[in-house]
């Protein structure tokens, strides 16, 4: 994954995955109660070694429409005032 255009604070709320950050290779094992920043737009990769929850946080907020690209970015999109 890579969010380009957004900045990803996360929480783990159940399970365990491995976080890799696929630029320096460095690993990092995520549990309940970890919280981590993707802050520098890093690609990254989760691998859950159990069922996995978190709640995720996004800057720019995301809309909810957006579908990861063949790049695994996220566009930048707005909403649709004119509602």
Known sequence: M???NH???VLCIEGEAELTND???EKHWITPGTMYL???HERHTMRPKTDFRCICV???PVTGREDHDENGVYPLLTE???D
Do not use: H
């Open 7 to 9: 900045i990803e604070a």
């Open 80 to 82: 649709d005032t004119d």
């Open 58 to 60: 996004f800057n720019p």
């Open 38 to 40: 993707l802050d520098d």
């Open 23 to 25: 630029e320096t290779g």
């Open 2 to 4: 890579w969010y380009a």
